[in-house]
Each structure stands twice: as C-alpha cells, then as structure tokens.
C-alpha cells in the first residue's frame, strides 16, 4: 500500500484522482499497486483521512462547492505544511500551479517532505526551474525519489524516451517546441490572425496560463528547457542560465516571410552551444514542425542520429498519466531496496 498526499486540487489532481477510480483495479492486478490518498489540500481547503479520502466524494464535494472545504463535516480544515510534516505518507504529489519568482507554495511542500523521507512527484515545474541541482541533491541526501515526467511534454514521455530509451548513447543537442499555447498561437497566425486574435482564441479554449506572460513570454518553455538540460545533458543549470524571447514580438509579415521560404515561425527550446528559447524559422517539412498545440522535440545523439518526438504536451488527463507513470517508477523502486 502507498499513502500520498495530493498538493492541489485543480484540473491536474482531479484528473489524477478519477485516473485512480477508473484503474484501481488494474492497477492492483497488473502492477500490484494499491494507492491510497490520505491527504488533499489546496489553498482554499484540505480533506484528510489515515484510512483513505473517499475520491469520489471528493470530486463531488469540489464539483458542487467549487473547493473541498465541506468534505469533512465539521471545519477541519489543515494547513498543506502541517498536513506533511504530520501525516504519515510514502509519497508526496505536487500539483499547485508553477511560479518562476520564488517557487512557492511548491518549493516548500517539497522540500519539507524529501527532509522527512517522502518520495517526491511533481508536475509543478518552478521549483525544478529555479533549483533543479540543488533539489536533486536533497533527493540524493535523503535517499528518496523525485520524480517529474509530467513537467515536459504533459503525458509523452519525452523525458523517460531521452534519459531511458537513449541509454548508453550520447545526446549531443536537441530542440523543441515545448509550449502548446504558443505553438497554438502561432499556427493561426500563419492561417492568416493577427497576434492579438489568436491569443484571444487561445484565451477562450482555455489554453492560456492564468498568468500569461508565462507562456507568451517563454518562461513554461525556458522552465521545461532547464529540467532536460540537468537530467539529459547533466547540465547544472537554473532559469536564469537561459536566454530568453517570447512570441510577443512576432508579427504577420515575419510568418509571412518565414512562410516564403517554406517555414513556419515556432517557438523552439533548444541545448547546443547555449540554452535558448526564442521564435525561430523551422522549415515546414521538418519533422519539429508540428502544428496547433502540440509539442515535438528532436534529439541528436552520436550514433543513432536524430529522432524527433510527438505528442499532445498539456492537458489534464496527459499529466495525470504522468503521475501514474511516476508513482509505478516509485512502487518498482521501493521494492529493490
Ligand atoms: N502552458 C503550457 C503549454 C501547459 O501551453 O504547453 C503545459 O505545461
């Protein structure tokens, strides 16, 4: 059995706690793996149960409230701190939304649950953004897990493709569109929208970060970028190390003349020399250009050449996958020791 504590409830750890209920029982016939959440809060509320939270309830209680404040009958509510230094819990899943400023509240949920020997999932990317070296090192000190495949590419599995599946062979450099919103914004600038009218279109399918600025000015492309960097290139690396231009200043006459020279203007990640995000013109035929709001990346390696990955890179679903793949990686872990 393995306890966890959920941080946040929003799309992401409601989407993880359906996944539960849809495959509890395959989960415990295929892979012996028998979840139980004893703990979920987000800034509004928490619920708490040793003996496990009832998901579907929970998802009810949120559905009809819009929090999970009345989950419990009386106001019993815990602070997200308290509630992981109290709780007994094996792993620690870190769902609240990702800031590039100071990280929190994610960096402390995390940091305090690897000091008190919790493994670690996180799909929040700003704590891995601004200390990714130094948190894997707490991981290392303590001796638990921290795992992120949800971070980039939502649920393909490009993280576990380049460190795993590219075993044994170098990387050499590699480039990608990591940004589904942006990627969006600018295939319908090419069908012929100004700027404005595709952010708009992309604001109302709902695709946009709540803070914007974290996607058009390419700080969720420049986080995704950092986390490859140390964990493919073993780069020590943090934000700030990453040269940086979003698509605020792209315009119809240069998609226009990218699309001349049959391109398209992407927003492209990319580790060669140096580490940088910014819009660059990628030819139409090339495997990387991927359109509407999908992520690609490419990988050089020595030997094997390049080969380049597709798939849908956000959504609730795609991640909670992720933290499914993570928690079965943790489960098959924790029995070899
Ligand atoms: N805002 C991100 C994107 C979500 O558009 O790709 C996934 O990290």
């Known amino acids: 059995m393995l306890r966890i504590i959920l941080c946040g409830f929003g799309v992401v750890g409601q989407s993880f706690a359906k996944l539960l209920l849809s495959r509890s029982e395959d989960l415990y016939a295929k892979h012996g793996l028998k979840p139980r959440v004893v703990g979920v809060f987000d800034s509004v509320g928490s ?3 040793s003996a496990g939270i009832d998901l579907e309830r929970l998802l009810e209680t949120k559905k009809k409230y819009g929090n999970i404040r009345k989950y419990h009958n009386k106001e019993r509510q815990a602070n997200g701190l308290d509630m992981i230094k109290g709780m007994e819990a094996e792993v620690l899943i870190e ?11 994610g960096m402390s949920h995390i940091v305090t649950a690897m000091k008190k020997g919790m493994h670690v999932i996180t799909v929040n990317k700003g704590p891995l953004a601004l200390a ?22 939502g649920g393909t599995p490009i993280l576990d493709y380049a460190k795993n599946s590219l075993r044994g062979e170098r990387i050499v450099s590699f480039q990608g569109i990591l940004n589904g919103t942006t990627n969006y914004i600018l295939t319908n600038m090419a069908a012929g929208m100004t700027f404005g009218e595709a952010l708009d279109d992309a604001r109302k399918k709902g695709y946009v970060e709540a803070d914007e600025s974290l996607d058009i000015d390419g700080f969720d492309a420049a986080a995704k970028l950092v986390i490859l960097a140390n964990w493919i290139m073993d780069m020590k690396v943090t934000i700030k ?7 605020r200043n792209v315009t119809v006459s240069d998609i226009k003349r990218a699309s001349s020279n049959h391109c398209a203007v992407k927003l492209i990640a990319s580790c060669n020399r140096d580490l940088e995000v910014s819009p660059r013109e990628v030819p139409k035929d090339d495997p990387l250009c991927v359109n509407g709001t999908l992520n690609a990346i490419t990988f050089n390696s020595e030997h094997s050449g390049q080969q380049t990955i597709i798939g849908r890179g956000a959504g609730g679903m795609e991640t909670a996958s992720s933290i499914l793949r993570d928690l079965l990686d943790i489960k098959q872990e924790m029995g070899r020791v």
Not at 241 to 247: V, Y
Request: aromatic share 10%; charged share 20%.
């Open 47 to 49: 619920a708490t149960s």
């Open 95 to 105: 769902t609240t939304p990702s800031n590039y400023k100071d990280a929190e509240p």
């Open 132 to 153: 990714f070296p130094s948190l894997m090192e707490l991981a290392i000190y303590n001796q638990v897990q921290l795992k992120f495949s949800g971070t980039v590419g």
């Open 241 to 247: 190390d990453i040269k940086r231009t979003g698509i």
